[in-house]
């Protein structure tokens, strides 16, 4: 084979590309295990951040021990009632709601997150104090303007005021529909209340800001400057997942055991 030959760089060349394969594969492998338990404990972080229970700047031991205090639970979400045949560790509602057996699909007319399906159970997390609830949070998603939008919205025990809420994936545009990171926008969250007399969310996310003396000042937030979409995306998901084709029988179920 002549040193400069086509033959021979071709063959230099599909070498290298071999070894730089393995050498990707094999990191791929080494580091998934770990990439799995960073996802595991970034949702921890950001669904105690939504219970105010913890900040930005937790350490993963801080993290772990405050976790300590949430029960995990899995609701049949039609009836509200709660599922102990299906494992709380393993069980994945993004994955259950691609899956023909075990999702529903979203009427249009209901579906205010605009996902079209999703999973027939969901987890619910509750923040204990001894005994008692002390906090409930909810796994929330939808659609914003590019991307899905997945998080937790923590209520207190009367099931109707928000505590918080904060999202741990989205791929909005920064400056823009990701403000929705923003501790000031996400503080305005604590103290609203989801529901109206009836029952009926009535959280919206308003274009400006709230008017302090208007009688839906209770149910309100300032919307993201530059980002209609993803404002009224977030009021969507949210009341999506609070009415009756969410969480709502859950909640109602829950109130009618008095929070247990």
Request: hydrophobic share 40%; charged share 25%.
């Amino acid at each position: 084979m002549q040193k400069d030959s086509t033959a021979k760089t071709i063959l230099v060349a599909f070498l290298l590309c071999m070894v730089c394969s393995v050498l990707v594969s094999t990191a791929a492998v080494k580091l998934k295990s770990r990439q799995i338990e960073n996802k595991k404990l970034d949702i921890k972080k950001n669904l105690l951040m939504a219970t105010k229970l913890i900040d930005s700047t937790a350490t993963k031991e801080v993290i772990n021990e405050t976790f300590k205090n949430v029960e995990t639970k899995i609701v049949d979400l039609e009836t509200g009632e709660f599922v102990t045949d299906v494992d709380v560790e393993t069980f994945d509602a993004v994955k259950a709601s691609k899956d023909p057996k075990r999702n529903v699909i979203i009427p249009s007319d209901k579906d205010l997150g605009k996902i079209k399906k999703r999973s027939k159970l969901e987890k619910v997390y509750f923040i204990k104090d001894g005994s008692q609830i002390a906090q409930i949070v909810l796994p929330v998603n939808g659609k914003g303007l590019w991307s899905t939008l997945y998080g937790f919205l923590a209520l207190a025990p009367d099931t109707k005021t928000i505590l918080g809420l904060g999202f741990y994936q989205h791929g909005e545009t920064a400056g823009l529909g990701g403000e929705v990171d923003n501790p000031k926008w996400k503080a305005q969250w604590g103290g609203k209340v989801a529901f109206d007399n009836d029952w009926n969310p009535v959280v919206k996310v308003v274009k400006g800001s709230v008017i302090p003396s208007s009688t839906n000042a209770q149910h309100q937030v300032d919307g993201l400057s530059g980002a209609t979409i993803t404002s009224n995306g977030v009021t969507g998901l949210v009341n999506y997942w609070l009415g009756g084709h969410g969480f709502g029988p859950f909640l109602s179920k829950l109130r009618e055991r008095g929070g247990n």
